[in-house]
């Protein structure tokens, strides 16, 4: 429940078509979330096991505002544990990644396995009899936070909530088959990097839920019909609505449309690349799309666009920063000229991508427009006032929606 | 072996143009600053250290460049911003180069002769925001085979840089004063000029009589002209 609900945060009665301001500044809202949705029943995305090959590997990670460690253990399995000592709250791994035999806080020499298990604490006895701890300290009652640990395709994630649903159910089995088909053979990191997004996080969760603007906002996208709303391509998700997954076959796009009338700023550019290799792709999966954004719910996506396979975790950093974290992915089976195409075609994306840079600028422009606005609300009634999927057009706001109906039943608002 | 202040001079002077062109909003002429099949590579640091392909930005080629500019002129929504880069001092050391040497943006310029192989300057900037983690850099490997009249389009656009080499030559006479026995710039040989002395022995007695000594003149100045190259 969310403590302190009063009129300061009454949703509007048009419901999910609506979506006031305040929810991407409000300080309760912020703290409420981290209880309730990232430590709350959802499985947050974490790593990759590739990243953990051996026993004592680990990386860090955060769940929402909380750091996390994820480690493989002896026995080849997966553990995860808050990365904060359970004596005074320091960070235990402050390296993004390394090789460990314990889990050792550098602060007092408090030792832990790789489960979380207090195994020694330093100068428990004191020195020649003097100091130490008390004699009824009890190792057992001082472990670190641990997490369920849950894995697909290689790709690690972990919840805090003990009555977590199984991963697989709460994916949804429509998208559990696209992580399937998506990862589908052996892969590897091509290359990593994050950006800090002067926006809230949700304003990210809703820019890649949001299958309208790639078209309109992203002329580049529209020039080399990567992406445009008249190419064969729909919505799916998953029963209770959390998560969605859309997709688009580009080769189908011959349709004229509103594109070609030129009213659409994206289309005022016509300018005719310098050096096509860019955009030089193949058809790589059986069922001819060339571009799915799988959304999960609160704030993971996997893309495919043309031959980028790329994960995005976004990170709420404060109410009004985000940090997106990519890890773009290749296959172990790739040649050199494959590798060089997904090189190429890395530009698209990223930070500085093509395409994604414009999703890096608007969130900031809607934070600042929004500034102190207590009573305006966004309109989302593009494709109608319903959440549901959306099999022949992506002309539509159901997957934004789809977010928020989840966003009120995980906050209670 | 150190690398020769005028390469050093003429590499700190592509970087600061370099620097110039993008501050100045000159950024259609930044690909000229590439050789033709030159690369352009931001990346993160994990991502060298890791050697993982992809970064920030990757461009192959000149032509993938020039899309980049013309995306942010024509195309792109983004913040309106504008640079200011404080260029440090560079660290240009020779490097061993492998057989097959990268591709990367050439930096020759070399009015009077090619630039060594085995030259590789490494420059680091820092760009806008540290908090992206992102490190730029671009390494330079200069053809060996660029020759004299072709001038690079950071120096042909721009005034030119005059690079003084001043040098003494092994064999030629003791000068009487601490004159050089020649100065280079920018594809020009001045020459000091020579008296009749004994290149072996400056404190021998002159050569009798003005034929002997222009003589021994002209001989002086083939010594200083074979020595310079």
Redesign the interface.
Known sequence: MLEGRNSQHAWPDEGVTRVPYFVYEDADLYEAEQRLIFHGPVWNYLGLEIEIPSAGDYITNYIGDTPVIVVRAEDGSIKAVVNRCAHKGSMICYR?SGQVSTLTCPYHNWVYDFDGNLKSVAFRHGVRGQGGMPADFDLSAHSLVRLEVAALRGMIFGSFADRVMPLEDFLGARLVAHVERTLDRPYR????????MRCNWKLYAENSRDTYHPSL?H??AT?FRLNRLSAEGGIEMDEAGWHHLVFARRHTDKTSTDYDAATLRANE?G?A???P??IEDWVEWDDGITNSIMTLFPCLNLQQSLNTVAIRQMVPRGRFESELFWT?LGFAEDDERK??I???Q??LF???G?IS??DG??G?FVQRAIRGEREQTAILEMGGREVGPSPKTRTTETSVRGFWRTYRRFMNL | MPVHAAARAQIEELLVRYAHAIDNDEIENWPLFFAEDGQYL???L??HA?G??????????R??M??RV??LR??????PHVYRHIVGSTLTARRRMAATPPKAISTSCAPRRTVPSSLMALAATSTR?S????ACSFASAPSCSIPLASTPYWLSRFERVAVIEFLMIRGAPQPVAPFSHATAADGWLFVTGQMPTDPDDHTAPLPVGIEAQTRRVIENLKLVLAGAG
């Open positions: 993004p990191i091509l290359g990593r990097c994050s950006q800090m906002l002329s580049f020039m550019v300018y690349l310098a050096d290799r860019l773009f590798t060089r997904r090189l190429r890395s530009n990223g930070p500085a093509f840079l414009e600028a608007i900031e | 931001v990346t993160t994990q991502n890791k993982w392909p992809v970064g920030i930005m990757y461009c192959d080629g032509g993938m020039q899309d013309t995306a024509q195309a792109i929504v983004f913040e925001s908090r992206n983690r992102t």
